[in-house]
Protein backbone atom coordinates (compact mmCIF):
# COMPACT_ATOMS: atom_id res chain seq x y z
CA UNK A 1 0.00 0.00 0.00
CA UNK A 2 1.30 3.19 -1.16
CA UNK A 3 1.92 5.53 2.32
CA UNK A 4 1.32 9.39 2.60
CA UNK A 5 3.99 10.92 3.52
CA UNK A 6 3.08 13.24 6.87
CA UNK A 7 4.50 16.58 5.82
CA UNK A 8 1.85 16.51 3.48
CA UNK A 9 -1.44 15.83 5.60
CA UNK A 10 -3.62 19.00 6.75
CA UNK A 11 -2.36 21.34 9.18
CA UNK A 12 -5.46 20.53 10.91
CA UNK A 13 -4.14 16.96 11.70
CA UNK A 14 -1.68 16.86 14.69
CA UNK A 15 1.80 15.13 14.78
CA UNK A 16 2.35 12.48 17.05
CA UNK A 17 4.97 12.88 19.96
CA UNK A 18 6.11 11.24 22.80
CA UNK A 19 6.87 12.86 26.36
CA UNK A 20 10.69 12.49 26.85
CA UNK A 21 11.13 13.86 30.44
CA UNK A 22 8.88 15.89 32.67
CA UNK A 23 10.75 18.53 35.02
CA UNK A 24 8.71 20.45 37.83
CA UNK A 25 10.01 23.87 37.97
CA UNK A 26 7.10 25.27 40.37
CA UNK A 27 4.10 24.02 41.95
CA UNK A 28 2.21 24.71 39.11
CA UNK A 29 4.14 25.09 35.77
CA UNK A 30 6.37 22.09 34.20
CA UNK A 31 8.98 21.81 31.58
CA UNK A 32 7.99 18.93 29.19
CA UNK A 33 9.73 17.57 26.71
CA UNK A 34 8.36 15.88 23.63
CA UNK A 35 10.12 13.60 21.54
CA UNK A 36 8.74 14.38 17.59
CA UNK A 37 7.77 11.28 16.27
CA UNK A 38 6.39 12.59 12.60
CA UNK A 39 6.71 16.27 11.24
CA UNK A 40 8.90 18.63 11.26
CA UNK A 41 9.08 21.77 13.68
CA UNK A 42 13.19 22.93 12.98
CA UNK A 43 11.57 25.96 11.49
CA UNK A 44 10.18 27.05 14.64
CA UNK A 45 11.29 30.48 15.95
CA UNK A 46 11.32 31.85 19.34
CA UNK A 47 8.20 33.56 19.90
CA UNK A 48 6.12 31.36 18.14
CA UNK A 49 3.49 28.50 19.61
CA UNK A 50 2.26 24.81 18.69
CA UNK A 51 -1.37 23.58 19.48
CA UNK A 52 -0.96 20.91 21.92
CA UNK A 53 -3.68 18.41 21.43
CA UNK A 54 -5.02 15.21 23.96
CA UNK A 55 -7.27 13.02 22.21
CA UNK A 56 -10.82 13.04 23.56
CA UNK A 57 -10.03 16.11 25.97
CA UNK A 58 -9.08 19.15 22.94
CA UNK A 59 -6.36 21.41 22.27
CA UNK A 60 -4.39 24.24 23.76
CA UNK A 61 -1.96 27.14 22.32
CA UNK A 62 1.72 26.73 24.07
CA UNK A 63 4.90 29.17 23.66
CA UNK A 64 7.60 27.30 22.53
CA UNK A 65 10.76 27.30 25.07
CA UNK A 66 13.59 26.44 23.55
CA UNK A 67 15.86 27.77 21.00
CA UNK A 68 16.76 24.42 19.25
CA UNK A 69 13.39 22.34 17.65
CA UNK A 70 14.74 19.45 15.69
CA UNK A 71 14.19 15.92 17.24
CA UNK A 72 12.39 17.51 20.15
CA UNK A 73 11.07 20.51 21.72
CA UNK A 74 10.23 22.10 25.24
CA UNK A 75 7.19 23.57 26.23
CA UNK A 76 6.98 25.24 29.78
CA UNK A 77 2.98 24.62 30.83
CA UNK A 78 1.14 26.16 33.56
CA UNK A 79 -2.04 23.80 34.78
CA UNK A 80 -5.16 26.06 34.14
CA UNK A 81 -7.36 24.41 32.23
CA UNK A 82 -9.22 20.72 31.02
CA UNK A 83 -6.60 20.22 28.46
CA UNK A 84 -3.60 21.43 30.59
CA UNK A 85 -4.95 18.90 33.88
CA UNK A 86 -5.45 16.15 31.46
CA UNK A 87 -1.55 16.76 30.38
CA UNK A 88 -0.26 16.74 33.87
CA UNK A 89 -1.66 13.04 34.80
CA UNK A 90 0.05 11.57 31.95
CA UNK A 91 3.31 10.23 32.13
CA UNK A 92 7.12 10.17 30.30
CA UNK A 93 6.67 7.69 27.30
CA UNK A 94 2.95 8.63 26.33
CA UNK A 95 1.72 10.07 23.30
CA UNK A 96 0.15 13.88 22.46
CA UNK A 97 -0.10 15.72 19.39
CA UNK A 98 1.38 18.89 18.08
CA UNK A 99 0.05 21.05 15.31
CA UNK A 100 1.89 24.14 14.03
CA UNK A 101 4.37 25.97 14.34
CA UNK A 102 2.15 29.06 14.15
CA UNK A 103 2.09 32.74 14.47
CA UNK A 104 4.76 35.26 13.94
CA UNK A 105 8.05 35.20 16.17
CA UNK A 106 10.77 37.93 17.13
CA UNK A 107 12.39 39.62 14.51
CA UNK A 108 16.01 37.96 14.93
CA UNK A 109 17.55 39.44 11.39
CA UNK A 110 16.31 42.79 12.47
CA UNK A 111 18.16 41.89 16.20
CA UNK A 112 21.42 41.24 14.63
CA UNK A 113 24.24 43.27 15.16
CA UNK A 114 21.72 45.41 18.14
CA UNK A 115 21.77 45.59 21.48
CA UNK A 116 18.77 43.42 23.20
CA UNK A 117 16.94 43.99 26.66
CA UNK A 118 14.75 41.26 27.42
CA UNK A 119 11.67 41.76 29.55
CA UNK A 120 9.78 38.64 31.08
CA UNK A 121 6.58 38.83 33.62
CA UNK A 122 5.71 35.97 35.08
CA UNK A 123 4.94 32.73 32.74
CA UNK A 124 6.30 35.73 29.98
CA UNK A 125 9.76 33.63 30.72
CA UNK A 126 9.04 30.87 28.79
CA UNK A 127 9.05 32.50 25.20
CA UNK A 128 11.89 34.89 26.18
CA UNK A 129 13.40 32.21 27.51
CA UNK A 130 13.66 30.42 23.35
CA UNK A 131 14.61 33.67 22.45
CA UNK A 132 17.18 33.84 24.93
CA UNK A 133 19.06 30.94 23.87
CA UNK A 134 18.83 32.06 20.53
CA UNK A 135 20.93 35.02 21.09
CA UNK A 136 23.50 33.08 23.74
CA UNK A 137 23.88 30.30 20.81
CA UNK A 138 24.85 33.01 18.38
CA UNK A 139 26.40 35.90 20.90
CA UNK A 140 28.69 37.48 18.10
CA UNK A 141 25.70 38.48 16.09
CA UNK A 142 24.56 40.19 18.81
CA UNK A 143 25.26 43.74 20.97
CA UNK A 144 24.86 44.06 24.70
CA UNK A 145 22.62 42.33 26.36
CA UNK A 146 20.20 42.41 29.69
CA UNK A 147 17.36 40.41 30.80
CA UNK A 148 14.42 41.44 32.59
CA UNK A 149 12.71 39.09 34.79
CA UNK A 150 9.95 39.83 37.41
CA UNK A 151 7.31 37.90 39.07
CA UNK A 152 4.71 38.39 42.09
CA UNK A 153 6.54 35.35 44.32
CA UNK A 154 9.92 34.24 44.64
CA UNK A 155 8.70 30.80 44.81
CA UNK A 156 7.09 31.15 41.18
CA UNK A 157 10.89 31.68 39.33
CA UNK A 158 11.12 29.10 36.82
CA UNK A 159 14.40 27.91 35.28
CA UNK A 160 16.53 28.58 38.41
CA UNK A 161 19.32 26.12 37.55
CA UNK A 162 19.66 28.08 34.09
CA UNK A 163 19.16 31.12 35.78
CA UNK A 164 22.37 30.48 37.79
CA UNK A 165 24.61 29.76 34.57
CA UNK A 166 23.48 33.14 33.36
CA UNK A 167 24.54 35.07 36.06
CA UNK A 168 27.74 34.03 36.12
CA UNK A 169 28.48 35.51 32.60
CA UNK A 170 29.92 38.63 31.92
CA UNK A 171 28.24 39.42 28.41
CA UNK A 172 24.95 39.44 29.89
CA UNK A 173 23.29 41.90 32.66
CA UNK A 174 20.34 40.19 34.71
CA UNK A 175 17.52 41.83 36.51
CA UNK A 176 15.42 39.43 38.58
CA UNK A 177 12.61 41.19 40.90
CA UNK A 178 9.51 39.76 42.97
CA UNK A 179 7.09 41.61 45.05
CA UNK A 180 7.64 39.34 47.62
CA UNK A 181 10.78 37.02 48.44
CA UNK A 182 10.22 34.43 50.97
CA UNK A 183 12.33 30.78 50.95
CA UNK A 184 14.81 29.21 48.72
CA UNK A 185 16.21 31.84 46.17
CA UNK A 186 19.40 32.52 44.19
CA UNK A 187 22.51 33.22 45.18
CA UNK A 188 22.37 36.06 47.51
CA UNK A 189 21.42 39.33 46.53
CA UNK A 190 20.55 37.90 42.82
CA UNK A 191 16.82 38.46 43.29
CA UNK A 192 15.56 42.07 44.62
CA UNK A 193 12.35 43.29 46.16
CA UNK A 194 10.02 45.46 43.16
CA UNK A 195 8.45 44.75 40.02
CA UNK A 196 9.94 44.39 36.39
CA UNK A 197 9.61 48.55 36.28
CA UNK A 198 11.79 48.90 39.24
CA UNK A 199 14.65 46.79 37.67
CA UNK A 200 13.60 48.92 33.90
CA UNK A 201 14.57 51.63 35.93
CA UNK A 202 17.75 50.44 37.28
CA UNK A 203 18.96 48.35 33.83
CA UNK A 204 21.17 50.77 31.63
CA UNK A 205 18.76 50.75 28.36
CA UNK A 206 18.67 53.55 25.91
CA UNK A 207 17.70 54.22 22.82
CA UNK A 208 20.31 52.20 20.89
CA UNK A 209 18.32 49.00 22.65
CA UNK A 210 15.88 46.55 20.76
CA UNK A 211 13.47 45.19 23.24
CA UNK A 212 11.57 41.92 23.53
CA UNK A 213 8.63 41.93 26.34
CA UNK A 214 6.21 39.07 27.06
CA UNK A 215 3.98 39.10 30.31
CA UNK A 216 0.44 39.59 31.30
CA UNK A 217 -0.79 42.33 29.37
CA UNK A 218 -1.33 44.66 32.67
CA UNK A 219 2.34 45.27 32.43
CA UNK A 220 3.13 46.46 29.26
CA UNK A 221 1.30 49.98 29.55
CA UNK A 222 3.68 50.79 32.54
CA UNK A 223 7.16 48.91 30.75
CA UNK A 224 6.07 50.96 27.51
CA UNK A 225 6.29 54.00 29.85
CA UNK A 226 9.50 52.96 31.58
CA UNK A 227 11.24 52.16 27.70
CA UNK A 228 9.73 55.55 26.70
CA UNK A 229 11.23 57.67 29.06
CA UNK A 230 14.27 56.08 28.57
CA UNK A 231 14.57 57.49 24.91
CA UNK A 232 13.13 54.10 23.69
CA UNK A 233 11.45 54.49 20.22
CA UNK A 234 8.21 52.60 19.49
CA UNK A 235 9.73 50.67 16.52
CA UNK A 236 12.51 49.29 18.67
CA UNK A 237 9.79 47.65 21.18
CA UNK A 238 7.93 44.44 20.08
CA UNK A 239 5.51 42.75 22.61
CA UNK A 240 3.76 39.41 22.48
CA UNK A 241 0.15 39.24 23.56
CA UNK A 242 -1.85 36.71 24.89
CA UNK A 243 -5.06 35.54 23.25
CA UNK A 244 -7.14 32.98 23.68
CA UNK A 245 -5.85 31.34 20.06
CA UNK A 246 -8.21 27.91 19.16
CA UNK A 247 -7.26 27.00 15.88
CA UNK A 248 -3.86 28.49 14.69
CA UNK A 249 -4.86 29.55 11.48
CA UNK A 250 -7.66 32.39 11.50
CA UNK A 251 -10.24 30.31 10.67
CA UNK A 252 -12.34 30.70 14.05
CA UNK A 253 -12.10 33.59 14.98
CA UNK A 254 -11.33 33.24 18.89
CA UNK A 255 -8.38 35.92 18.44
CA UNK A 256 -9.51 38.06 15.92
CA UNK A 257 -9.31 41.84 17.53
CA UNK A 258 -8.77 45.08 16.05
CA UNK A 259 -9.17 43.79 12.48
CA UNK A 260 -6.55 41.11 12.93
CA UNK A 261 -6.14 37.07 13.74
CA UNK A 262 -3.26 37.31 16.47
CA UNK A 263 -2.80 33.73 15.73
CA UNK A 264 -1.54 34.46 12.22
CA UNK A 265 -0.20 38.01 12.63
CA UNK A 266 1.39 37.55 15.69
CA UNK A 267 1.71 36.55 18.80
CA UNK A 268 4.71 39.07 18.61
CA UNK A 269 3.75 43.03 17.24
CA UNK A 270 5.43 46.13 16.83
CA UNK A 271 4.69 48.52 19.54
CA UNK A 272 3.47 50.51 15.91
CA UNK A 273 1.25 47.92 15.04
CA UNK A 274 -0.76 48.20 17.98
CA UNK A 275 -2.57 51.65 16.91
CA UNK A 276 -4.31 49.22 15.36
CA UNK A 277 -5.46 46.74 18.18
CA UNK A 278 -6.43 49.38 20.84
CA UNK A 279 -7.65 46.07 23.12
CA UNK A 280 -4.15 45.04 23.12
CA UNK A 281 -2.36 47.68 25.54
CA UNK A 282 -3.49 50.74 27.35
CA UNK A 283 -1.10 53.71 27.01
CA UNK A 284 -2.05 57.34 28.17
CA UNK A 285 -0.30 59.77 26.07
CA UNK A 286 0.74 58.04 22.99
CA UNK A 287 -0.94 57.36 19.42
CA UNK A 288 0.13 53.94 19.29
CA UNK A 289 -1.76 52.57 22.06
Not at 225 to 235: D, F, S, T
Request: aromatic share 8%; glycine share 10%; charged share 20%.
Amino acid sequence: MLKVKQNLQSPFIPHWAIIRSITNLSEDNTLFELQIEDGDFSECKPGQFVQLWLPGVGESPISVCSAKVGETIELCIRRVGRVTNALFLLNEGERVGLRGPFGTGFPLEKYKGKNLCLIAGGLGIAPIRSLLQHVLLNREDYGKLILIYGLRHSAQLLFRHELKHVLRRRDIEVFISAEEIRGPDLPPMSMQLGRVTDMLSLAPVDESYEIAICGPPVMYKYVVQGLKAKGVKENSIWLSLERHMKCGMGKCGHCFVGGRFTCMQGPVFNLTELRFLPEAIECEGTESC
